[in-house]
Structure formats: structure tokens, C-alpha cells
């Protein structure tokens, strides 16, 4: 029986790499590298993760091209879900033909496998097509939506309430009152211009972990226009950009304000 691993290699730096990854990647005969054109350096640093943690000579890396998701469709998930096909017959062909029976593979994943990846529903969905078989595994990472907090020195969310992770697309559907604390990825639009006129605070940070980080925070009307300006020379620079955000609410319960005899939600 082949087996597959999905190794979560944290979000940005090579050090974000857990005992378990490493430990995983060494039992690993083939890794798979799938490259999409303007991301080399994602793939880079997967390269670079390899050499950093494993013996050469020990481990095959096969590359693979996958294609940029086609945008600007009417349909956003109908567009995902042929996108996420055609990888799934990328990934399917790396399976059957390169590597043998008894070895095993693995995909290293940004961050968690867990968070706004689909590389899990598409080894279900290989599986589920019964042209190969295989057995598989997530090995959990650190996802940037916690090195964003860690960086910015902040929790995820004050006490007892509530923390909602989104997308730039979903952030729309908030109502400004119901802004608390909201963890956005996958925000091409800049979505957090339209709650620029409320109390909230920004916490926001691109290219997280690598040598490029930017961060910046404060609230959101005092520091949008430092963000906009930035993503969009960083983008010009660079080809890509990645970046999150927390956007929260000013008022809250902080620490000094919390009856001392109830500690329910305090752990
Ligand atoms: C497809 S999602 C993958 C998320 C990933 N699985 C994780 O655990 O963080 C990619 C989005 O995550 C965020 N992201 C990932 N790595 C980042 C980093 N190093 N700096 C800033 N944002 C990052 C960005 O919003 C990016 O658009």
C-alpha cells in the first residue's frame, strides 16, 4: 500500500517546522512539489525546508506544474471546484506512476492542511474515484493566522468572545456591529475597506515569518491608507503578495475589567 502524507510546514519560516513534521519527512521516499507559475518562491522554500531538515540522497523530489485557479468567473466555488479537479488529475498521475507500492509520498502544505487548503478534499476525492489506492495522513502546522498574532504580540481573541476566521470574499457579509475579532486570508480585494469608518483596530501582516515581513497595526482609519499604499508597492516588488489580518472591535473586556468570580471562559 502506498502512503501519502500531508505535512503542515507552518507559514512562512523553515523553523515553524514541528518535532512530528521533521520526524515525518524523514520516513519519506518521494516529495512532491507542485509549482504554479509566479509562486517559485513558495517553492523555494520547501527546497530549502528539504535541505535544511533531511540527508541528500535519502528522498526523490518530483515537481509537478499545476494551473493559476481561472478568476473573475460568475461562480466562485463552481470555479474552485474545477480548479481543484484539475489538480486532483495532477496529483492523481504523481500517485500512480512516481512512486511504488510499499513507499512513501508527501505534499508539504502552507501552513496547516487544515486551514483554506483543499489538498485534503482532493486526496478523498482521488480516493473516492478508485483508480489508485493509498493511505493518508494531515500532520498538523503552524497556520499564519497564529504566527499573525504572535507577531503582532496579541491573543486571538479577548475574553470570552468569540474569534471568526474568513475570507476576504465572506467579509462583506459582516455588519460592522458584528465585528469583534475576525482572522481574514485570501483577501485580494482589500475587503477591509468598507468598515474603514468604524472603531475597529487592525492587525495586519504580510509575507509573515520570511525575511519581507511587513507589519503594521493601529486603527483602521489612522492606518489604512500606510496598508494600501504598501500592499501595493510590496505586490509591484515582489509579483505576490501575501498578507492577513485580525480586524477588531476597540471596545472590549480586558483583564482589569473582569469580575474576579467568573472565570468560565478564562483558561
Ligand atoms: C490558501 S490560504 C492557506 C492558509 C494556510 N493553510 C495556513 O495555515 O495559513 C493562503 C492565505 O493564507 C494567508 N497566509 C499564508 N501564509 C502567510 C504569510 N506568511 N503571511 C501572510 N499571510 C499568509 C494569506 O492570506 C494567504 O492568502
Given at each position: 500500500?502506498?502512503k ?15 518535532v512530528?513534521?521533521i ?5 519519506v ?17 520547501r527546497?530549502e525546508?528539504?535541505e535544511?531538515?533531511?540527508e541528500e540522497?535519502?528522498?526523490r523530489?518530483?515537481t ?13 466555488e463552481?470555479?474552485?471546484e ?6 486532483a488529475g ?17 505534499f508539504?502544505i502552507?501552513g ?16 473516492k474515484?478508485?483508480v ?6 494531515a500532520?498538523?502546522?503552524i ?6 498574532a ?9 475574553i ?11 467579509l ?20 477591509f475597506?468598507?468598515?474603514r ?5 487592525i492587525?495586519?501582516?504580510a ?11 493601529g ?7 500606510d496598508?494600501?499604499?504598501?500592499r ?18 476597540v471596545e ?8 474576579s ?5 478564562i483558561?
Amino acid at each position: 500500500m502506498k502512503k501519502i502524507y500531508l505535512i503542515g510546514i507552518g507559514a512562512g519560516n523553515p523553523d515553524y517546522l514541528t518535532v512530528q513534521a521533521i520526524n515525518t519527512m524523514k520516513k519519506v521516499d518521494v516529495f512532491f512539489l507542485l509549482e504554479k507559475e509566479g509562486c517559485e518562491e513558495l517553492v523555494g522554500i520547501r527546497k530549502e525546508i528539504l535541505e535544511k531538515y533531511l540527508e541528500e540522497g535519502r528522498y526523490r523530489v518530483v515537481t509537478a506544474e499545476i494551473c493559476e485557479r481561472k478568476k473573475g468567473g460568475r461562480l466562485y466555488e463552481q470555479g474552485v471546484e474545477t480548479w481543484r479537479q484539475q489538480k486532483a488529475g495532477v496529483i492523481l498521475e504523481l500517485i500512480k506512476h512516481k512512486m511504488n507500492d510499499g513507499e512513501t509520498g508527501a505534499f508539504l502544505i502552507w501552513g496547516d492542511p487544515s486551514l483554506y487548503d483543499g489538498q485534503l478534499e482532493i486526496l478523498q476525492y482521488i480516493l473516492k474515484q478508485g483508480v489508485v489506492d493509498f493511505e493518508y495522513e494531515a500532520i498538523p502546522g503552524i497556520t499564519s493566522v497564529q504566527v499573525l498574532a504572535e507577531r503582532h504580540k496579541i491573543p486571538l481573541n479577548r475574553i470570552g468572545e468569540t474569534i471568526v476566521i474568513a475570507t476576504g470574499r465572506r467579509l462583506k457579509e459582516y455588519a460592522p456591529s458584528e465585528v469583534k475579532n475576525i482572522a481574514v486570508v485570501l483577501d485580494s480585494y482589500a475587503a477591509f475597506r468598507h468598515f474603514r469608518d468604524e472603531d475597529i483596530d487592525i492587525y495586519w501582516g504580510a509575507y509573515l515569518g520570511t525575511a519581507d515581513e511587513i507589519l503594521i497595526s493601529g486603527r483602521l482609519k489612522d492606518v489604512i491608507e500606510d496598508i494600501q499604499k504598501l500592499r501595493k508597492e510590496a505586490k509591484k516588488r515582489k509579483g505576490w503578495i501575501m498578507d492577513a489580518y485580525i480586524l477588531r472591535r476597540v471596545e472590549g473586556l480586558e483583564m482589569d475589567k473582569v469580575d474576579s468570580h467568573n472565570y468560565d471562559d478564562i483558561c
